[in-house]
C-alpha cells in the first residue's frame, strides 16, 4: 500500500459496506463505501478539469464530514497535497498556512470567511464553497463539481511521496508546516492498529477536528483501514445529545471533552452529599479494582453500586461506549481514575504531528493512566542530556515546509526527532513532564516545568483552567479560571496539590476570573491549547498588580 486513497479503494469490492453517519437536512444518513467513492470520483474529475498535478497543494477549511473525506481521498489517490486548516481559525492565521503552502485550491464550507480572508491576503487562491451561491471570487460546488461516470482511481507513488502539509496550532509564533509523507502515516497506521483493536460492531464517533492530525490518522484512516464505521458529532454542545443518538462504542478525545462531563457529573451530585457519597464509593472500588486490590467483600458491594451509579453515568456517554482514547494534551489523573472506575476503558497516548502522530500510547490490559504509556511498533526511542525525548521511526516527518531552519533544529542528519517535551521513562512506560520551552526560570535560578504543576493544580475541580507564570520573578503565580472568588481559598486549593513538588514549587498568588479562556478570544489554539503568551499578555496588569502587592498565604 503506497497511497492513503488505498484505505478507500479497499472497499470497492462491497460498496455497500455503511463507513460513516451523519447529520444532513435534520436527520441521521447513513453513507456506503460506494457513495463516498462515487463523490471522489467527482472530485478527481474536477481536479483533473481544472489542471491540478501531483505535488499541488489542495486546502481544504471544513467541518468533519464525508466532503472533507472525500475530497481527502480524492486529491490523494491523484498524488494531490493535501493542506488541512482549522474551520474555526482567525482570518490572518488562515492566510498565512494558504500563503506559506501555495495552495492554488482553498474548499470552505461558506462564504463567511471570504471577505475577512481578502483582507488578510491580497492574492486568493482559486476557491470552491460548498454552501450554494457563495459572494464571489468563490464557486458553489455544485458548479465546480462534474457528473462523472469515471472511476476513483488510486495512483501507484513513491512512498515517499507527500501526502499532506499540515500546519501547527502555533502557541507560539508562526506555525509549521509538516511534511507527512504517505509512508510516514500509513506506517503510523498499521502500528495505532497494533494497540487499539478495532471490533466489528463498532462505531467510532468523531470529535476533533480533521485537521487535527490525532483525528486523521486515529478518527479517520485507522478505522477506515479497519473497516469500521464512524459517525460525527455535530458540535460539541451537541455531543450529549448525539452520543444518547448514536450510542457509539469508541471515541477518540482531548481530555477536554471528559472534563466537561466529569465537572456536569460533580455538579448533578453538588446538592446530594448522598449521592455524592455512593458516587465516590463506586469509583474508589472501580479504581482498587483496577490496580487489582480488591477484595471479595469489596467487590461484591462494587457490583452492587455499578447498576445503581456507574451505568447510569456511563450511559451519559451513550450506554455502549468500551473505549476511549485520549491524546492531544495532558490527561488528569482525577479524571482517568474516574471514569476508569467507573468501568470505562480510558487510555492515553502520546504524540505530535511531526510523528504523524502518534508515538506512543497505553494498551487494554498494560495501562498506566499516569504515563502516555509504551512506544508503537517501530518506534525508537531516547532522552537526551536535558531530558528531552528523542523519537526515530517510520512515521517521522519529512521536515517542515519551506523551513530548513526549523527543520534542522529539530530533526537530525540521521533522523531523530527532538520532540521539545521533557520526559521520565519507568519500566518502559514514558511520562510527559512538560515541554522544553515552557520551562520558567524564576529569579533564583530554579526551573519549573509549569505544565506538571497546571496538571496537579487541575487534578482539583475547583479549577477549570490555570497557567503558571513566574519566568525571571522570585515567586510564582497562578492565572485561573474558577467560579470561586476568595484567593484565599483558591491559594489553599492550588498549594494542596503541590506537596509532592519541592517545598519551592507554591503559587504565592492566585488571579482568578470566571470566564473562560476560548479560542474566540484568541487564548486558545484550535486544538485548545492554552496560548500562554497570550494570556499573560491579556492579565499583564492583573500579574503586575500581584507582584506588586507581594506574596500572600493562604
Known amino acids: 500500500m503506497t ?25 441521521w444518513r447513513d453513507f ?33 464530514g464525508v466532503n472533507w473525506v472525500a475530497i481527502d481521498q480524492a486529491a490523494l489517490g491523484l498524488g494531490l497535497v493535501v493542506v488541512p486548516l482549522y474551520a474555526d481559525d482567525n482570518p490572518e492565521n488562515l492566510a498565512w498556512c494558504l500563503s506559506d503552502s501555495g495552495a492554488r485550491l482553498l474548499v470552505l464550507e461558506h462564504g463567511r470567511l471570504l471577505a475577512p480572508l481578502a483582507r488578510a491576503m491580497p492574492v486568493l487562491p482559486a476557491i470552491v464553497c460548498l454552501q450554494d451561491t457563495p459572494p464571489t471570487p468563490a464557486i458553489s460546488v455544485s458548479d465546480w463539481l462534474p457528473v462523472s461516470d469515471k472511476p476513483f482511481a488510486v495512483a501507484e507513488l513513491d512512498e515517499n511521496a507527500l501526502a499532506t502539509i499540515v500546519y501547527t496550532s502555533g502557541t507560539t509564533g508562526r506555525p509549521k508546516g509538516v511534511m507527512l509523507s504517505h509512508r510516514n502515516i500509513l506506517s503510523n497506521v498499521e502500528a495505532s492498529l497494533e494497540v487499539v483493536s478495532l471490533h466489528r460492531g463498532d462505531l467510532l464517533i468523531s470529535v476533533l477536528p480533521l485537521s487535527h492530525m490525532f483525528e486523521r490518522t486515529c ?21 450529549a445529545d448525539d452520543l444518547a443518538i448514536l450510542k457509539p462504542t469508541v471515541m477518540i478525545a482531548v481530555p477536554r471533552v471528559f472534563q466537561r462531563f466529569l465537572a456536569r457529573i460533580e455538579q448533578a451530585l453538588a446538592t446530594s452529599p448522598f449521592k455524592r457519597g455512593l458516587f465516590h464509593l463506586a469509583v474508589n472500588l472501580g479504581w482498587r479494582r483496577f490496580q487489582g486490590r480488591v477484595g471479595v467483600v469489596e467487590l461484591a458491594l462494587l457490583r452492587l453500586l455499578q447498576p445503581l451509579v456507574a451505568r447510569p453515568l456511563l450511559n451519559r456517554l451513550g450506554g455502549a461506549m468500551r473505549l476511549a482514547v485520549v491524546g492531544g494534551a495532558p490527561l488528569e489523573l482525577r479524571v482517568a481514575r474516574t471514569f476508569i472506575g467507573l468501568g470505562l476503558d480510558m487510555l492515553q497516548g502520546y504524540g505530535l504531528s511531526e510523528a504523524s502522530p502518534v508515538v506512543a500510547g497505553n494498551r487494554p490490559g498494560n495501562n498506566d493512566p499516569a504515563s502516555v504509556g509504551t512506544p508503537l511498533s517501530g518506534v525508537e526511542i531516547r532522552v537526551n542530556t536535558t531530558g528531552e525525548l528523542l523519537v526515530r521511526s517510520p512515521s517521522v516527518m519529512q521536515g517542515y515546509w519551506n523551513n530548513p531552519p526549523a527543520t534542522a533544529a529539530v530533526l537530525s542528519a540521521d533522523g531523530w526527532l527532538n520532540t521539545g517535551d521533557l520526559v521520565e521513562l519507568h519500566g518502559g512506560k514514558i511520562t510527559i513532564k512538560g515541554r522544553t520551552k515552557d520551562v520558567l526560570i524564576l529569579s533564583n535560578g530554579e526551573k519549573v516545568s509549569p505544565q506538571d504543576v497546571e496538571m496537579a493544580i487541575l487534578d482539583n475541580p475547583l479549577f477549570e483552567q490555570a497557567m503558571l507564570v513566574g519566568e525571571g520573578r522570585a515567586y510564582l503565580i497562578l492565572l485561573a479560571v474558577s467560579q ?10 492550588a498549594n494542596a496539590r503541590l506537596k509532592a513538588f519541592p517545598r519551592w ?30 494570556v499573560a499578555k491579556k492579565f499583564g496588569e492583573e500579574i503586575e498588580n500581584a507582584y506588586r502587592n507581594g506574596i500572600r498565604t493562604a
Open 3 to 27: 497511497n492513503l486513497a488505498h484505505l478507500l479503494d479497499r472497499h470497492r469490492d462491497t460498496p455497500e459496506k455503511i463507513l460513516y453517519r451523519q447529520h444532513v437536512d435534520g436527520a
Open 32 to 64: 456506503s463505501a460506494g457513495a463516498v467513492m462515487a463523490l471522489a470520483a467527482r472530485w478527481q474529475q474536477a481536479f483533473r478539469a481544472h489542471g491540478y498535478e501531483p505535488g499541488d497543494r489542495i486546502a481544504l477549511c471544513l467541518r468533519n
Open 219 to 239: 478518527g479517520y484512516y485507522v478505522p477506515l483501514r479497519a473497516g469500521v464505521p464512524v459517525a460525527y458529532a455535530r458540535a460539541i454542545n451537541l455531543l
Open 484 to 493: 470561586e472568588t476568595d484567593e484565599k481559598n483558591l491559594l489553599h486549593h
Open 505 to 534: 514549587v507554591r503559587v504565592r498568588r492566585v488571579v482568578a476570573r470566571q470566564e473562560p479562556w476560548t479560542l474566540e478570544d484568541g487564548l486558545l489554539t484550535p486544538t485548545l491549547k492554552v496560548r500562554r503568551a497570550e
